[in-house]
T-cell receptor, first 113, second 113 residues
Framework: KNQVEQSPQSLIILEGKNCTLQ??????????LRWYKQDTGRGPVSLTI?????NTKSNGRYTATLDADTKQSSLHITASQLSDSASYIC????????????FGKGTKLSVKP | DGGITQSPKYLFRKEGQNVTLSCEQN?????MYWYRQDPGQGLRLIYY???????QKGDIAEGYSVSREKKESFPLTVTSAQKNPTAFYLC????????????FGPGTRLTVT
């Protein structure tokens, strides 16, 4: 069964600290993996998108990694800010003409001053 | 929220009433999608449309209906047949099939009492 599992479910860190969010998937075939940031009560906003051949992709203080062999991805946030408080959603697109999207449940990050 | 608008932001209805959620995009995207988001759950696909006058059921289409008469618009009707309609509804669009990056609207929170 195609699944995307994210951990931890929630995380609290102090402002200025780094953190890493995990995403494991069992989707096959694999097309791409995306990380979205979703502020409370808002729509998700794309942070990164990676295909099979990409290992690392950065977007400012956000760095995503992908290990297609172990089917794992991580999102590293450097020098966290209060505005990083949000849910982070991992989304895996399966291959094929319809490209089915499988959404993780998200990690809720709270950055405290 | 990238050229996708959803209205209204909050919607309240009595049980047994149908309600229509609006979604408009000015990104010239061919594909549009409707998702439902419940607390602690990943996004679930309700309906999607890859071209005008054509749409397909997603994973949880029962109790919902859509139309795609114009490229820019993809309204969702939540009917009285939907058992648990209270949720956060997100509309998205993309240039092509599911494998292309999806851009999300700000969402509509529907409460049915």
């Amino acid at each position: 069964k195609n699944q995307v599992e994210q951990s931890p479910q929630s995380l609290i860190i102090l402002e200025g600290k780094n953190c890493t969010l995990q995403c494991n998937y069992t989707v096959s075939p694999f097309s791409n993996l995306r990380w979205y940031k979703q502020d409370t009560g808002r729509g998700p906003v794309s942070l990164t998108i990676m295909t099979f051949s990409e290992n690392t992709k950065s977007n400012g203080r956000y760095t995503a990694t992908l290990d297609a062999d172990t089917k794992q991805s991580s999102l590293h946030i450097t020098a966290s800010q209060l505005s990083d408080s949000a849910s982070y959603i991992c989304v895996v697109t399966g291959g094929g003409s319809q490209g089915n999207l499988i959404f993780g449940k998200g990690t809720k990050l709270s950055v405290k001053p | 929220d990238g050229g996708i608008t959803q209205s209204p932001k909050y919607l309240f209805r009595k049980e047994g009433q149908n309600v229509t959620l609006s979604c408009e995009q000015n990104l010239n995207h061919d594909a549009m999608y409707w998702y439902r988001q419940d607390p602690g759950q990943g996004l679930r696909l309700i309906y999607y449309s890859q071209i005008v006058n054509d749409f397909q059921k997603g994973d949880i289409a029962e109790g919902y209906s859509v139309s795609r008469e114009k490229k820019e618009s993809f309204p969702l009707t939540v009917t009285s047949a939907q058992k648990n309609p209270t949720a956060f509804y997100l509309c998205a669009s993309s240039t092509g099939a599911h494998s292309y990056e999806q851009y999300f609207g700000p969402g509509t929170r529907l409460t049915v009492t």
